[in-house]
């Protein structure tokens, strides 16, 4: 590779953006680039200064884990430093592995406990006489940051453990995670709230380690899994194995999946049957981790600089491989957003042929600097859509094929616009636009809206591009007769269609909002619109700017109290901010969704909404006419026994359900509520005394 002096810049340039790198990761939790480039960059320079001695820096980043810890937090200086571990990333590399192990050892063979690799925080427990006493994170290894309150809120994490000579004075070491759908769902509310969304569930679990309030920690559903100790006194294991157990007997989440193998071949087994688990782990991890199980030939082991002699990390296949691009085109959705779509030379991607992939919008587009022709790298990972991560090698790049966005709508010609302090370029056409309507559609009849099965992509689109059907609300005027000429429209499919459309003309009031497509309103600020206003009625009657503003009155007022130490006052429709209530308002308002509204809720043809409990008075509407809500109750209530209770509940044609989930519409709760009354407030499902009870089911 080229001049000394090129491969001297090569070895700076690469240690300055991983330097770069290292802090978009480990300080500012916002990366750039995913690990599998930032490896390929790391062991990019760990070749060069291995070949090149003279270049070797005492200060490079192959010589340091990590960054320094951020000042806002107290700092913490490790007893015994946190190391970081050697990647494998392929067969032989674990066959060297292990041959070192055994030369180093003068053995045979080696026992190795094998565990997942969790991608997520890692972080050091100090436990004196069995009580925790502080946590902390790597940070650079030798000092962390002390984030103990934080962790105090992980409920994974034991508080007090047995006493006994080996709790006297224990750090343990382990990994804060994210288990995938409670990240999905954060990231969902993080959404609709519109704050910071978080590239993956490590990120998620950084930043919420890491918030200054650890009050909002507290809402964050971390987990955690130990894998090992820093410091120990009167261990009495012999074994890694040994160990794992003990952490787990006193209380502490070890992963199930851990084992105990045989040499070389028991480690490979290991890899792929973990491999074949990953998809369905609850948990996302980057590849399993191999440890010399006996103790004392870990410290015969001992350490290289960076990471231990007796410990690998074998990693599994990024989820991403090159491809070129054929041609950019763009896709309108459902709200008008113009997405850049890279046609692609079709790829092998983690099992599946990749055609298309997302370009996101303009800035990321340009920020990348991705071009038709350009091989660039192509990620999926488990269900979500695929997207280029950038550009591996550039093609011709004919200045006249450089990608523009196009100032009118591809679909219907209608003018684009960009709207200061937004990514996204929108198409102004409304539901004018067929691109626009078929995917309002689409959403309408969506399994977590309407649930219109039958009705799926292909059926709309030759709907809409027959005129047969302009808005969702023409959905329920179709019939036998209009279907029958449709491809692949049986007389018996016909049926079915219509039969699933007429199912769905009885709709609770969240799924009906949710059903809209109002931009900014998911399943989550549905559902506290619903709650707020009870019925469509006063939803479509609200004065939107002028609850806007009430909001913000509450919340400056809310500011003072909180100073003055005193109870801040409920803040209606939280959760839902200033842009969404916007959007929602100047939705509402408009003419043309205003008819479909009125259209789709018309009597004779249309969805009959039922009204939704509102949170303070489930009550003067009354849920007497409306059947099968579900109850659970908890407690001891004053007035009445459980018996009663529920006799009452069923004698109105409710159900009453043994345990809470979201299928729950009310908990009764009295007199030491417990775990039940916990998981309605979790899962925002209403909760009534007996009062309440009583006043909604008309008994008073
Ligand atoms: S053992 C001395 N075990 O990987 C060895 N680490 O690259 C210390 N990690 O900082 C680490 N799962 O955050 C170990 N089962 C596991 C792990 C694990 C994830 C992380 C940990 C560490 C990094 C090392």
């Known amino acids: 590779m080229g001049t000394p002096e090129q491969v001297r810049e090569r070895a700076e340039r690469l240690r300055k953006e991983l330097e770069h790198h290292n802090h978009r990761y480990y300080v500012l939790d916002d990366p750039e680039i995913n690990d599998a480039e930032y490896d390929r960059l790391f062991r990019e320079l760990v070749q060069l200064e291995q070949e090149h001695q003279e270049l070797r820096r005492p200060d490079s980043p192959t010589q340091r884990v990590g960054a320094p810890p951020l000042p806002e937090f107290a700092e913490v200086r490790h007893r015994a430093s946190m190391l970081s571990l050697s990647n494998a990333f392929g067969e032989d590399e674990v066959r060297a592995f292990d041959k070192r192990v055994r030369e180093a050892l003068d053995v045979e063979s080696v026992e190795y406990a094998a565990e997942p690799k969790f991608d997520g925080l890692a972080i050091s427990l100090s436990y004196r006489k069995g009580i925790f006493v502080q946590g902390a994170t790597r940070g650079d290894g030798a000092t962390g940051e002390d984030v103990t309150p934080n962790l105090r809120t992980v409920r994974a994490i034991p508080l007090r453990l047995p006493q006994a000579p080996d709790t006297e004075n224990l750090e343990v070491r382990g990994e804060v995670i994210f288990y995938k759908a409670d990240f999905a769902k954060l990231n969902a509310r993080q959404r609709e709230a519109e704050e910071k969304v978080f590239a993956n569930p490590r990120n998620a679990a950084a930043g919420s380690l890491r918030l200054l309030d650890s009050k909002i920690t507290a809402r964050r559903p971390l987990r955690f899994f130990a894998y090992g100790v820093g410091i120990s006194a009167e261990a009495g294991w012999k074994t890694h194995s040994e160990l794992l157990d003990r952490l787990n007997e006193i209380g502490f989440p070890v992963s199930r999946e851990r084992g105990v193998v045989q040499g070389v071949d028991g480690l490979m087994d290991f890899y792929r049957s973990m491999q074949a688990k990953r998809e369905k782990l609850p948990y996302a991890i980057d590849g399993v981790v191999y440890k010399v199980n006996r103790l004392d030939w870990q410290e015969k082991l001992g350490f290289v600089s960076r990471a231990p002699r007796f410990a690998i990390a074998h990693k599994y296949p990024a989820e991403e491989q090159a ?20 046609r692609l030379k079709p790829v092998e991607v983690g099992g599946v042929t990749v055609t ?139 049926r079915n269609v219509l039969q699933s459309i007429q199912r769905s003309r009885s709709m609770d009031l969240q799924r009906f909002v949710f059903s809209l497509g109002i931009p900014g309103v998911g399943e989550e600020v549905a559902k506290i619109l619903a709650r707020h206003f009870g019925s469509l009625r006063s939803l479509l009657a609200a004065d939107w700017p002028a609850l806007a503003a009430e909001k913000e009155t509450l919340r400056k007022e809310n500011a003072k109290r909180k100073r003055k130490n005193e109870a801040p006052h409920e803040v209606p429709l939280e959760g839902v901010g200033p842009e969404i209530m916007d959007s929602i308002g100047k939705f509402v308002h408009e003419a043309h969704n205003r008819k479909v509204i009125a259209n789709l809720v018309d009597p004779a043809r249309g969805v009959l909404v039922r009204d939704a409990a509102t949170a303070g008075a489930a009550t003067e509407r009354g849920i007497r006419s409306r059947s099968g809500k579900t109850f659970v109750l908890t407690g001891t209530l004053p007035g009445m026994s459980r018996d009663e209770a529920r006799a009452l509940i069923e004698a109105r044609g409710h159900k009453v359900a043994d345990s809470v989930s979201r299928k729950t519409d009310y908990v009764v709760a009295g007199q030491e509520a417990g775990s039940k009354l916990a998981q309605a407030r979790a899962l925002g499902v209403a909760v009534l005394d007996e009062d309440g009870l009583k006043q909604l089911l008309g008994k008073r």
């Open 356 to 494: 298309n992939a997302t370009l996101h919008n303009e800035d990321d587009l340009r920020r990348k600097d991705v071009w038709a022709g350009d091989t660039v790298m192509v990620r999926r990972a488990g269900d979500v859509i695929p997207e280029v991560v950038g550009v591996r090698k550039k093609g011709s790049r004919r200045k006249e094929e450089r990608f523009s966005m196009p100032d009118k709508c591809p679909v219907c010609q209608s003018p684009v616009v960009r709207l200061p302090g937004e990514a996204a370029t929108r198409c102004t056409g409304g539901l004018y636009c067929r691109a626009q309507r078929k995917q309002a559609i689409i959403h309408f009849v969506g399994r977590r809206a309407m649930d219109i099965e039958g009705v799926g992509e292909k059926l709309v689109e030759q709907l809409v591009d027959r005129d047969m059907v302009e808005s969702p609300a023409d959905l329920y005027w179709l019939d036998e007769k209009s279907l029958a000429g449709l491809e692949r429209m049986a007389e018996k499919s016909a």
């Open 323 to 342: 491809t070129e691009i054929l041609r950019i085109e763009i896709q309108v959705g459902r709200t008008g957003v113009l997405t850049p779509v890279a």
